[in-house]
């Protein structure tokens, strides 16, 4: 079983920057990777980005493609979202999800807002 609880979420202006922070508890050992989702009203809940835990390789969304970045503190369990260059259309829902063998884990869910 692993925990998940993430911060940083906020109100932004447009052009703005937020960091979002995910921190793992549990079976970490085992962690194979850690990424975002977000859900926005009335939308299903997208892929954002994810990193794979031991390598530290990346992907991304092409809609969020050189905005943000997605990085991890292998000691402390967390991955951070730096999200800059920040638009109203990235307001939703941010979700921390990571896989642990076969089953995936999901965070409570953290508000970003993007007013313009």
């Known amino acids: 079983q692993v925990q998940l609880v993430e911060s940083g979420g906020g109100l932004v202006q447009a052009g703005g920057s937020l960091r979002l922070s995910c921190a793992a508890s549990?079976?970490?050992?085992?962690?194979?990777?850690m990424g975002w989702f977000r859900q926005a009203p009335g939308k299903e809940r997208e892929f954002v980005a994810a990193i794979r835990w031991s390598s530290g390789i990346t992907a991304y969304a092409d809609s969020v493609k050189g905005r943000f970045t997605i990085s991890r503190d292998n000691a402390k369990n967390t991955n951070y979202l730096q999200m800059n260059s920040l638009k109203p259309e990235d307001t939703a829902v941010y979700y921390c999800?990571?896989?642990?063998?076969?089953?995936?884990?999901w965070g409570q869910g953290t508000q970003v807002t993007v007013s313009s």
């Open positions: 549990g079976r970490t050992s085992s962690i194979y990777a």
């Open positions: 999800n990571t896989i642990v063998g076969p089953n995936h884990y």
